[in-house]
């Protein structure tokens, strides 16, 4: 008995002379023996952004060198928790976080942080974030692979909750062989519609749609190239296809690897329910190529881009694209394409469109823009570029922009969030970038980095984030893709308009 | 004895592993030091476990230690003795009884003889071990249960007689055949093509230039080896005397590898392009190979050295950053971390730093020359780029072209003529005439017009023996009779 007395009295000894070692380490409150007017150095950049009402914890890393940290979350002037450690590392509990966003919401938040260096504790002014009431769709879908060449081995698309870590696979080519998969689309950010193409021995697209997966080929019959990038129109019952002969090209001086160049484009409307691609004499043929579809709200306009055809003559720093459009109508599918347009005649300015993509309300249209060929992401100079198509003025987008690469991007459910591809962090992976949208203004908010539990993840994660694309749910039908994978294809038909 | 045997032949049996895996097989410990990188992150933990499972994360934890390769030879061949050592243990508990037929030694021996080959993953021993080991405690813990049913169901006892007779004969067989199929499973060109790459990596030109040879005694056509051995004649000052010592069937293939999007190949094709200081083709195949076949040091090093010296320190640091969580590549990547604004790599030029990138260049994949050419005009001292320039037209019986380019030799000081250029001038002399033969300023040693007339009477008498034994190793016989591009020196 005096001995099992003995153990639980060292035990509390031992539990109090922590606490206190803890305390001493950590102090509750810091009195600062400086003040910094600057705001201090913290990765991700986590310092005047809009964040979602229901975002994962946004932990970052002091870059601040110092002894120990304290740091301070609030709104307006009180303190709502504070962290203190000897590691730099700010890593807020989910549930303070989603406290601290409900009481923050549609105001500002302050992090306001203590250094403690050798001639004492630093204080540095506060940092201020802005908690917008409006939600974000609740998953990201991506898919991750290096950001490599030709060859490729593990990659998968993936589904994260943006309210916490929780990461999914969707499907992953481990699954199957260690094929291609790419180009995941949904429709209206509703995973209900879903698509991607698998390449390799199970050649094909996966196309969900009434709850139902089927395989259908990615080659039509009577067209010379392969579905390509795709884009549903809002109804879920078409997706706009574009055709495309890609090869990859080297460069053998400078610091851009890699230039992804189309050799031939052609663009057609997929029905899902007839298996017929519908296309036009204007979207289809060798005088031009076609690319990059983009749907308006209301189903009735496909945008696109087009340049000149590609002749072995033609330098591939010579291809260029413009922002076109073409009306479309669903009720007759014998001549359903009207007369295009060209919205933008981006290669006359010596510039090139990709990925043109329509806010969910109809009134803008973010594009990118480069210097050449369309495959934007490993050209340092593209940058986002906003149309209001009410108008048809366009500004570069300069509050989403870096000296580095933006390249792809969607539109969340509500218009009010963007989801970008940047690779201004180190110039070679794509990171997926959040921004808030003023669908009135027609201005976007800083964009931020998607939030990982590890601060440090983007520093030594190697996968490249490629497609982020909004879902308003998570896909839960990741056994039906694998399932329908090995299947026949079933064909689909060319239909051309004259 | 009989109660020591075990532990005698354990250590026996570590001992010979050991020395097999320091010696012969010490390929082994290299290809699979190179091909596997523990990190100490949670990253990596759990990207390992989600995707290759705990043996693997394991294996791999082992296979770090390897970076010494007396370490690796250590923990291999103590891991197949042990092995060995805990099925007689577990036989020994669970049954009570003396493992008479020595059955024990099966999957010891089994396992080692299946990595006898580089590509055997080292999985399967780690987990044996670890799952022996485990079992090994679990007996022990329930040894009393053992014992019990040990008493209940008694053994039938072995004459100590027969037991001397029948241990040294089973372990005779045992012996005989792991030798007969040890014999049979050694890949000798496995292990000289891996010792050449060894070479090649530590820049051992000798050595490499002794595995290549010894491999192409035996196989002439390997293009890898010749590949290797391009590379180390090269750097010994030796690749325009030598380049025909042994016969070049493959033609241009041995010099460099075309893209051809081979997976196995994507390791190799960075040596060259890094020693020419084609460092944006370097990095292509590097990051390529990393792709493939994992984040492992060699990659990882490259890609950070290359990354520096084309002036992308993020993307090195990104790098180095997974190195330095590594046990045995830290050091390393501190000093690339020292190094990463600097734009400068030991050992490592950049041939093509500051070339103007507007209008874009993109590199021929497929076919080397006109990159060799490109680079011959850029970095007019790159001695290499012009040696594989002549050689790459000379294997390609574009001997019209190799002419042309043939001044740019003037850059260089070499001593004299290479004989094999003499004889490729001759071979152009002899098709353009002398008029314009002298328009090109090139002669042509009363030597070489010798030898040629000498070669040509055999090669009229069709004494084939005689013309392979006395100019096997000339252009003329090369183009005669091995180039896999036909006997006609193509002149378009």
Redesign the interface.
Known sequence: MAIKLLRISALASLCVAGWLGMAGCHPREIHADHTSPQIPRIFPDYTNVTFPVNIAPANFYIQEPGASFRTEIGVDDEVLFSLSDSRPEVVVPERRWRALLQQAEGKNFFIRIFVKQENGWTQYADIQNHVSPDSVDAFLAYRLL?P???????MGIYQRDLSSFRVEPILEN?RIGKQCLNCHTVARQNPENFMLHVRGKDNGTLIRRGGKVEKVASLARGAAHGNTYAAWDPSGRFIAFSMNEIQQ???????????VSDLAADLGVYDTETHVLHTDSALFGADGMETFPAWSPDGRTLFYCRGNAYTRAT???SLRYDLCAIPFDASDLRAPFGEPRCLYAASREGKSVSFPRVSPDGNWLLFTLSDYGNFSIWHPESDLYLMDLRTGQFRAAQELNSPDVESFHTWSSSGNWLVLSSKR?????ARPFIAHFDTAAGQFAKPFLLPQK?PH?Y????RTFNLPEFLTAPVTFQRELLEAVPRQASDIFLQVQK | MKRKLPFFLTLLLFLIYTSLYADVLSHIIFYHEQHHLFLF???YFQHQIE?AGWMSYFTDFVIQFFYYPWAGCALLGGMLASIYGLCYLNIRMVTGRDDLLQLSLIPSLYLFLQTLSADYSLVPVVSCFIGLLALAFANFWMRLLWRRLHVRFPSGSISPRIHRILTPAVLTVYAAAAFYLFVHSYNMAEHRMLKAEQAVKEKNWEEALAQTSQYLDRRPNNALIFYFRHLALYHEGKLLDHLFDYPQRLGVKGLYFP?N?D?RE?EYGHFLYEDLG?I??A??WE??A???W??TAPHLLNLARYNIV???P??A???I??LQ?SLFYREEADKLEAALYTGEVEGLQNA?SG?????????N?MNIGP?LL?LCEQDPQNRMAFEYLMCDLLLSNQVVRFVEHLPLMERFDYPAMPAIFEEALLMYKLGVGEEQFAATGFAVSPQTEQRFARYYELFQQKDNYRLRQEFGKTYWYYLNFISPYGNKIITN
């Open positions: 290096y490599g060449y030709e060859l490729w081995n593990e481990r090209f080297f460069h053998a001086t400078g610091q851009k690897p890699i230039e330098p591939l720093d962090m180190d110039g070679l992976w590890d993840f520093e030594t994660f190697t | 992150s949670s990253q995707t893209w999007s997976s994507s084609y944006n083709e990095q292509r990051f390529e990393m792709v493939v994992g984040e084309n002036h992308r993020q993307v640091l990104k790098f950053r997974l969580q093509l070339v103007e990138t507007v209008p874009a260049r993109f590199a994949v990159e490109f």
